[in-house]
């Protein structure tokens, strides 16, 4: 057990649809990373937070979004869906931009 | 994002050492060497990293060339709960851009141990 927390489990929704998936991370870690895997594209930088600010983008959708609250946990948002948002989202974790990563168990999203 | 080359699979029976290679030939001078491994449903897990100088940790070792060009992950007695996909990557810390904090995953080796 990592120490990362990742809501929900699994998710299946409709194209067209928005939904958001949680992540809170370890006790202590101020930055907060979101990944995306899917079969074709492996795992995939998304976006960086640390203490609340943006810090990193990577090849984020603009459809795609996400914060980091006060209490340190982030949220990613994926609005108007399609069937190739389809995948496992990872977050992680570290103390620092510049400390191990601490992945969370993943959201399985499906898009129908 | 400087590239790393890794086979894509590999074999070992269990209790064997296992020795999974990685080059990086572009690695810069303050590129970190780290490895990361995903078990079968589960998210990315940290291993070991080192800068220039061999590691170890209760889990592995990591051998760094001297010329850093390439690098070993040691698994001293492989189990069955060590296959996985073992991924080798380049980075943090860094500094500024869009890189800062940023992981990025190649396809890894798939490592499957026999009992």
């Known amino acids: 057990d990592s120490g990362v927390t990742q809501t929900p489990k699994h998710l299946i929704t409709a194209t067209g649809q928005r939904v958001t998936l949680r992540c809170s991370p370890r006790?202590?870690?101020?930055?907060v990373y979101w990944y995306q895997q899917s079969l074709d594209q492996g795992l995939q930088f998304l976006i960086h937070?640390?203490?609340?600010?943006?810090?990193a983008k990577g090849n984020i959708l603009e459809r795609f979004s996400a914060q980091q609250f006060p209490d340190l946990h982030s949220e990613l948002n994926l609005s108007s869906l399609e069937l190739g948002d389809s995948a496992l989202y990872f977050c992680?974790?570290?103390?620092?931009?510049?400390?191990?990563?601490?992945f969370g168990p993943g959201t399985r999203l499906t898009v129908l | 994002d400087a590239k790393t080359t890794q086979p894509n699979s590999m074999e070992s029976n269990e209790e064997e050492p296992v020795h999974l290679p990685c080059n990086h030939s572009?690695?810069?001078?303050?590129?970190?060497i780290h490895w990361y491994r995903q078990l079968p449903s589960q998210g990315p897990e940290y291993v070991i990293h080192?800068?220039?100088s061999n590691v170890n940790n209760r889990m592995a070792s990591l051998a760094i060339a001297e010329d850093r060009k390439s690098s070993t992950l040691i698994l001293h007695r492989a189990t069955l709960r060590d296959a996985a996909v073992y991924y080798c990557?380049?980075?943090?810390?860094?500094?500024?851009?869009?890189?800062?904090?940023?992981?990025?995953f190649g396809q890894g080796t798939i490592l499957t141990v026999h009992p």
């Open positions: 572009t690695i810069s001078g303050t590129d970190y």
């Open positions: 937070y640390y203490n609340g600010e943006e810090r």
């Open positions: 992680a974790s570290s103390v620092s931009p510049m400390d191990t990563q601490y």
């Open positions: 006790s202590g870690d101020l930055s």
């Open positions: 080192g800068l220039t």
């Open positions: 990557i380049l980075g943090l810390p860094n500094a500024g851009g869009t890189s800062y904090g940023k992981l990025t």
